[in-house]
């Protein structure tokens, strides 16, 4: 987690960062009026991350590691992706069949687990990637094309979920990336929060006119008021008017989509989230969405559009409540803290033969395993199907009763 920074210190945009991102606040703008003159915030986040050719993810910016916008843990050290290996050569050993990666990134999770599977003896079929941002699909394919030919041959890049898997499926921080919608409690009931066209934007503009946007109250649509309704019966106390925070419906039905083409095996979902009655916290007032711009997290996600990421905590109990529908099992429920220790990264480190190995490997396992870093923020949670397999990962711990 990186912690929120204020706008003034943001490093500014380049000349073709403003003229990307002002063609998509025409894009967003243009859908807006057509649509009466508010959008949910549910589709300006998905036009922000997803518009083709013009959102975050559809768009060619560096997004992930040195240089990009944010850095996940199979960044930080392959060692998260060498004990993800690990995990997957248990269930592939059970199995057979493939594994399927989830918004890949640049390509380092899909060649370290690939790389520590030949340790273990135990590649997949193939390794199938499904990517939605094509300048991501390319880093992948130049970082992928440097394995030895026996694992670059496994690789393979899908435009649409198969039909039938037997495996494991890897969703690292996809499920954050999902537009949520967002609401304020009052005192007479809950209000969504849409977006509008501030009052200057509302009047013609030119090309170099910045579009500004802002934020509308109103009732809720039936599908966030019934959301709304589970949160407030899971939290141990009222939610005091003015708490604003966001609730991402579409966890159903991507967890239904995603577990329809699993026959048998693994659903092994990595983000940073909490428990619903964690996540709803009353001191949480402004709930957990943020912007990440150049390694820096902020607040304010009417600016950067197209070019900075947008992202909110996952609600693991909505995920539970998505598997147990599609048919799926809860099979561990942990932090990444407790995952990693339980496939074995402390023995990971010791095996490496240099000191000065040791001692760097040493230093990223800290960051992968601090609570003040990435330990306690970042969970695991594994869903099965037909799947009786001991999973190393979820042997220290076990945080099911907590959903």
Known sequence: ????????????????????????????????????????????????????GLGYYSAGSAKVGPGGDFVTAPEVSDLFSRCIARQCAAVLTRTGGEILELGAGTGRMAAAVLTELAAQHALPERY??????????????????????????????????????????????????????????EADGVRELGVVLDTVSAEPVTPSTPIRFGEHASAPSLGLE???DEIFAAVPQPLPPGYTSEVCTRIAPWIATVSECLAQGLLLLSDFGLPR???????????????????????????????????????????????????????????????????????????????????????????????????????????????????????????????
């Open 1 to 52: 987690m990186t912690a929120s920074t204020r706008r003034s210190i943001l490093p500014p945009l380049t000349l073709e960062e403003q003229a990307h991102s002002q063609r998509l606040a025409t894009h967003i703008r243009e859908t807006l009026v057509a649509a009466g003159g508010s959008l949910s915030f549910e589709r300006f986040m998905e036009l922000a991350l997803y518009a083709p």
């Open 128 to 185: 199938a990637i499904l990517e939605v941002s094509a300048d991501l699909a390319a880093r992948q394919r130049e970082r992928l094309a440097q394995l030895p030919p026996p694992l670059r041959d496994r690789v393979v890049w899908l435009q649409r979920l198969p039909e039938r898997l037997r495996g494991v499926i890897l969703a690292n921080e996809v499920a954050d990336a999902l537009p949520c919608h967002r609401f304020r409690c």
């Open 226 to 228: 019934r959301a709304c």
């Open 277 to 403: 009655r964690h996540y709803y916290h009353r001191q949480r007032v402004t709930g957990t969405l943020r912007c990440h711009y150049k390694g820096l997290a902020h607040e304010d996600h009417y600016i950067n559009l197209g070019v900075q990421d947008i992202s909110a905590w996952v609600d693991f109990t909505r995920v539970a409540d998505a598997a147990l529908a599609a048919g799926l099992q809860v099979q561990g429920f942990a932090t990444q803290a407790a995952f990693l220790l339980g496939c074995g990264i402390e023995q990971l480190v010791a095996q490496a033969s240099e000191e000065v190995e040791r001692a760097r490997l040493a230093g990223e396992a800290r960051r992968l395993l601090m609570p003040e870093e990435m330990g306690e923020a970042f969970k695991l949670m594994a869903l099965g199907r037909d799947l009786d397999v001991p999973l190393a990962g979820f042997a220290l711990q076990d945080l099911r009763q907590l959903l």
